[in-house]
């Protein structure tokens, strides 16, 4: 299979949830890697960091170079977290994707520009034209920030439904409702009907919990790069006690 196919396939089992570290940079992909996951997945907000930029403030070409620093440091499929595509028509998201590398990609449906989420049929449509330039040699995650735009309520689990199926409908593999309630997962997984991806927040459910929920594909955000670095400054903070300064 290409790298395509097995990290779609790796999406459907035999061994869900399907969890994906988030590298944000080489060494920490090939720290991943040498683990044994079998795919993973970068974080736009801990890349972003990684370079010293604030989240969503990367600029594109950096954060291409970013992933095809990752995917040159390990041989196992990756998944590249491209935020809104930057307002790259289809045609070049997808050749800058292949260009890196990556054989995935987030998109999410947040105007960037507004701050408000994008129209739904917009969205799809998007959507529609990326699959068709990338054929299968893409896995789409869709993200929905219904609930990161503050949605709350069965209006709320409504919307992302709704979302979710128009995007699974214009060719998404996964469909991405970030920070939905870890109760309904199943329920949008069984209406949209394409596996769904939860995020592991440090409150919330473990991986497995989240995949017990109906989740079958599992990432984490920018938390392990935050993790590494509180580490970082753990260590730092012992040196200068060492030093009596």
Known sequence: MTPAETLRAL???PDLPLVLPGPW???SARVFADAGFPALATPSAGVAASLGYEDGKTPAEEMFAAVARIVRAVDIPVS???EAGYGLSAKELVG?????GAVGCNLEDSDHASGALRDPREQADWLARVRAEAGDGLVINARIDTFLRGARGEGAVED?????R???EAGADCVYPLLAPP????DIAAAVGVPVNAVVTPDGPSPRE??????SRITFGPGLQRRATAAVAEMAAGLRKELGR
């Open 11 to 13: 999406h459907h089992g």
């Open 25 to 27: 940079d080489a060494g």
């Open 80 to 82: 590249a977290d491209v």
């Open 96 to 100: 800058r994707l292949a260009d890196a």
């Open 160 to 164: 992302a439904i709704h979302r979710g």
């Open 166 to 168: 128009l995007y699974a």
């Open 183 to 186: 109760p309904r997962l199943a």
């Open 210 to 215: 989240l995949g017990a929920l109906g989740a």
